[in-house]
């Protein structure tokens, strides 16, 4: 891990956000001095607003690759196929930036935890708790995608003065999620239900309900089935769905009642806008686009891995999420000329054509949805135990009635693996496209089997099966991608990289 002390330098320029309606719509403020900065309640929130940056940029970059393309969802028919096709090693330059931008995330987090022990005093305990609750709750989330990208990792829990105080080894697997799991339970009880606005209070910061769904989320990555019941017993109810599914993603409901975290973009600058628009959409890549959908009509020409139990085949006729998630634009096929115009279908989940410039949208993202709450706890009921017509048939239904599909009962679903399948399905239609999908399919322990039947349609192509461990906590197949090269160099500590590469 390098650079430790330039990370913490930026909190010192993170901008004060003052009578927002977003975390991240600043105000200036100029630089301050660390030392100075973070010596009172409204120097720390400051601090805590620099904890939330790098989100910006993970999901603007890593998320489509490492989490996005690294499934069977997306493929592409650019030269950047590294990740599609998992020809990855640890020079790869996304592998460092990922690792990069997650550990400035928790070193920041690190200075405001330890700096707010010397403030004197607060304005109130809830806001002592809010600025300790929220350091926390990003802590742990910057750890979770860590330890799923890279496995054991060097878990830094203190604030960087000197170098070495971040050159530690990496710490296994069920430590590093045990400091997770930690940070979450203090979290959750700090945290509000919701905010009633001003400094340090404004609407989308992650609550007590983000703290239960990213900690049930943990549950479900380790299967600790009755532990993803208890920690969403309290969200059924407190949120709902859309019933126009393109709301979830066209900025009109925002922090609403189905979304519960978000990633909060909103600014002018190319820092604070997100480029799904031009990463998926023909009308901002003037024609092609760099992601596009798993099609088994294509029989894996094109490029990549375009075929194999593709994304568009998943779609049940009558599903109103289809024509929101896809789309033609009356374009010409560029990839099959010999086709006719419309039949290429495009990723339209996040089309924004009103903000300019067309690579840019203040659109925010989301990383968990209520829905995704609903399928959490529907597939962790039925893994305890299948029970006809029960709550899991119930929340599983809630999610297709809203998309304008038929129930499911035990005439459909009449064994506990007939409803893993259903709901594993229903997953990857619900959440297309959300860097969800890689993360379903590597905890399942399938990865592989659905990548190489992809490769095995493309031909020539053999999934790196020596990149698998035995997950130390669950047993199931573990795919993991490097640790960036430079860090050996850095960190001598970290010694050990990870298999087959």
Known sequence: MRNYIKYIGLIATVTLFVNCSKILEPEPEGQVALDNLLTTEEGLI???????????GIFSGTMVQLAGRSSDDTWTWRKETESDIFNIDETFGLIETTWENHYRGITRANTVLDRMLLVESFSSEEMRLLIEGQSKFMRAYYYFNLVRFYGDVPLVLQEIIVPA????????????????????????????????????????????????????????????????????EDIIGEGSLLENYADNFNGSQENGPASIFEVQYGGEIAATTINTRGTYAPPAMQGGAANLPTDDTWNGEGGSLSSGNGIVQEYEPGDKRKEVTLAHYDLENFLFPDQPVG?????????????????QSTWNFPIIRYADVLLMRAEALNEIGYSPNDEAFGLLNEIRIN?????????????????RQALRKERRVELAF???????????????????FQMDIKGELTFPSNRLISHPITGKS??????????????ANIQVQNPGY
């Open 46 to 56: 400051t601090g805590v607003n620099g904890i939330f940056q790098p989100l910006q």
């Open 165 to 232: 105080d971040g050159e530690l080894p990496r710490s296994p697997i069920e430590d590093v999620y045990a400091q997770i799991k930690s940070d979450l339970n203090d979290a959750v009880s700090m945290l509000p239900t919701s905010y009633s606005g001003g400094n340090g209070q404004e609407l989308g910061r992650p609550t007590k309900y983000a703290a239960m769904a990213l900690l049930a989320t943990v549950n479900l990555e380790l299967e600790e089935w009755g532990e993803v019941v208890a920690n969403t």
């Open 343 to 359: 039949s290429l279908l495009y990723i339209n989940k996040y089309l924004n054509e009103v903000d300019q410039p067309v690579e």
């Open 403 to 419: 998309a304008g599909l038929p129930a499911h009962d035990a005439s459909t679903l009449g064994t506990q693996d007939e409803f």
């Open 434 to 452: 959300e860097s969800k999908r890689y993360f379903d399919l590597n905890r399942w322990g399938i990865l592989e089997a659905r990548i190489q």
């Open 478 to 491: 573990y795919f993991l991608y490097p640790i960036p090269l430079v860090e050996f160099s850095n960190n």
